[in-house]
């Protein structure tokens, strides 16, 4: 039941390719979901003004192809129900927004949508929360953004690109993949 779900909403999605190009900045809401669907991830943006913006605060909408696709689109809402422009989120220069401010979880899953993977690494006295996104590194190398969220998983600590093991090939026959 999930598997036939899950191929219909990438099969949806797969039509957003070129969504943040023929979307124009201000178009309502409903407008943008008659033509791509309904956002598969929304949030609430705190933040001091009005709205909508990264610290603004107002909603924020995202559809994205995590956890098998490597492509997602994000976009504010205004109170009047339009949206301020679609963008890439899943792209180097997004990412780069990590380098700046406090980035808590929640603000991390506002802005980039859910990850692809949350998982664990490093040794029991140093393990952190990573979240991956698959995404294509320079448009090209299909690859996963780790995003660090320290030992507690409650906020950003460092991150880094990486190969994506799902496309890897086991040439070797060596079954580890």
């Known amino acids: 039941m999930a598997l036939p779900l899950a191929l219909t909403t990438l099969a949806m999605l797969a039509g957003c390719a070129d969504m943040a190009a023929k979307v124009?900045?201000?178009?309502?809401?409903?407008q943008v979901e008659a033509d791509y669907g309904r956002p598969n991830f929304t949030c609430v943006r705190p933040g001091p003004g009005p709205g909508p913006?990264?610290?603004?605060?107002?909603?924020?909408?995202?559809?994205?192809?995590?956890?098998?696709?490597?492509?997602?689109?994000?976009?504010?809402?205004?109170?009047?129900?339009?949206?301020?422009?679609?963008?890439?989120?899943?792209?180097?220069?997004?990412?780069?927004?990590?380098?700046?401010?406090d980035w808590p979880a929640e603000k991390v899953r506002c802005?980039?949508?859910?990850?692809?993977?949350?998982?664990?690494?490093?040794?029991?006295?140093?393990?952190?929360?990573?979240?991956?996104?698959?995404?294509?590194?320079?448009?090209v190398w299909n690859s996963l953004m780790y995003v660090y969220m320290g030992r507690?998983?409650?906020?950003?600590?460092?991150?880094?690109?990486?190969?994506?093991?799902?496309?890897?090939d086991d040439r070797f026959g060596m079954g580890w993949m």
């Open 53 to 101: 913006g990264p610290d603004g605060g107002g909603r924020r909408v995202i559809w994205s192809q995590q956890p098998l696709g490597q492509y997602a689109w994000g976009a504010n809402v205004g109170a009047d129900g339009r949206i301020d422009r679609v963008e890439r989120l899943l792209t180097d220069e997004h990412f780069k927004l990590l380098d700046d401010g």
């Open 24 to 30: 124009p900045p201000g178009a309502p809401l409903a």
């Open 152 to 168: 507690d998983g409650d906020r950003v600590t460092r991150h880094h690109p990486g190969p994506d093991p799902m496309y890897e």
């Open 111 to 139: 802005e980039f949508g859910p990850p692809a993977i949350i998982d664990q690494v490093g040794l029991p006295s140093v393990r952190q929360v990573v979240w991956s996104y698959r995404y294509r590194e320079n448009d």
